[in-house]
């Protein structure tokens, strides 16, 4: 505003000079709020496609190099058979000559994994860089109805995550065993006489259960979770964090149906990867494969979503490992020629329909319990 010589300045000139003050603050902000949110989609959205060509990479490059780990196990075995060598090289060299040609595959998935893993991840721009909008100086001036972009569901410190912990595992291990228990009696499996170490191999299957289920929840629904939900709405980010965790399920567990008739060939394990994935466009491995896998994954996601915290989840999956574990110890399967047969159970406790109403009955359950807690608990202060 200009003055000249002899003007004065009342209350209402004051007043117009501080509203457009505030409204150019205000749409200041504006533009800044709006530019930061679009930064963070952007950086989301890349971040979400840099988690999906990881997993490409890794399937990728796996398949191209488990004939060379295929060749150099077997190599390893032919040294160690025919000669004197180091006590721990034969042990290992034995151990690869009767693994059949999935393991290797497996083996070749980890190892191209865990290479992959530090480049992809130091290669993610949504990290602790990037700082908060709120912290910004100028978001002190942040008008009472201004939304801002979702960043996310961070994982918060969870109370009551040793007692979800707990309720998880009891949750799944229960209704999963009793699933098997019902599958014995259907003539699917048949018992198995128990032997006298069974109870030690019990505790060393429960430490396995929780280290590798707190590991797999970490990556599947603490990372790669984690940045699909800063990428799109919770419905499409649980959707897309059951995917990859299923892709990963079909491609670190392969069937044994599946094989390759030259191990040694330079496309065998391309040959043996489209095969895992092929042989589901059939219906009973559709039904009795794939869509279990896939509501199993996504009950760990919702468990996620729902608590904001990983306890609940990591619970769940040590349940589910451990029951399939321990049931796989003490029964063995039966071969069914029915294709109903086929159907209602496949060769453990994560394939089948009964399994699948399992997974079915624990999700109404963890539902029921999280819901019944939230109307309980206290409004926050």
């Not at 902000?29 to 989609?41: C, I, K």
């Not at 971040?47 to 191209?64: N, R």
């Not at 980890?110 to 290479?115: E, K, L, T, W």
């Not at 453990?348 to 999280?370: A, E, R, S, W």
Request: proline fraction near 6%; glycine fraction near 8%; charge should be positive.
């Amino acid at each position: 505003m200009t003055f000249h010589a002899g003007q004065t300045l009342d209350s209402s000139g004051i007043r117009q000079g501080r509203t457009d003050r505030e409204s150019k603050s205000k749409h200041a902000f504006l533009f800044a709020a709006a530019g930061y949110g679009d930064r963070v989609q952007t950086e989301a959205n890349r971040d979400m496609f840099k988690i999906w060509l990881f997993a490409v990479v890794t399937l990728g490059a796996g398949a191209v190099c488990c004939p060379w780990i295929y060749n150099g196990c077997m190599a390893l075995y032919e040294v160690t058979a025919n000669r004197q060598t180091i006590g721990p090289m034969e042990r290992l060299g034995g151990v690869f000559h009767h693994w059949p040609y999935g393991s290797f595959f497996v083996l070749s998935l980890s190892i191209c994994a865990m290479i992959a893993v530090v480049p992809f991840f130091a290669w993610l721009r949504i990290s602790s860089r990037n700082r908060n909008l709120w912290i910004q100086p100028w978001s002190l001036r942040l008008p009472e109805n201004t939304v801002l972009p979702d960043p996310g569901q961070p994982l918060k410190k969870n109370p009551l995550g040793q007692l979800q912990w707990i309720t998880g595992l009891i949750l799944m291990a229960g209704i999963m065993l009793i699933i098997g228990y019902c599958l014995t009696k259907t003539g699917s499996f048949a018992w198995i006489t128990p032997t006298p170490e069974l109870r030690r191999w019990i505790w060393r299957l429960l430490i396995h259960s929780v280290l590798l289920a707190t590991f797999l929840e970490v990556f599947f629904r603490g990372i790669v979770m984690g940045i699909f939900l800063r990428a799109h709405r919770p419905a499409i980010a649980l959707l897309a964090a059951a995917i990859f965790s299923t892709l990963y399920q079909i491609a670190f567990h392969p069937s044994a149906a599946v094989g390759v008739p030259d191990p040694e060939a330079l496309l065998a394990g391309v040959h043996f990867l489209t095969g895992q994935f092929s042989r589901l466009v059939s219906p009973i491995a559709l039904v009795a494969e794939l869509i279990p896998v896939f509501c199993t994954g996504f009950l760990f996601a919702y468990a996620r979503w729902r608590t904001g915290s990983l306890w609940l989840p990591v619970g769940l999956h040590t349940g589910w490992i451990f029951a399939n574990e321990l049931f796989m110890r003490v029964a063995t399967p039966i071969e069914r020629k029915d294709w109903f047969a086929r159907l209602l159970a496949g060769d453990g406790l994560q394939h089948g329909l009964l399994p699948l109403i399992g997974i079915g009955l624990t999700t109404m359950l963890v539902h029921f319990l999280i819901s019944h807690h939230a109307e309980n608990s206290p409004p926050a202060a």
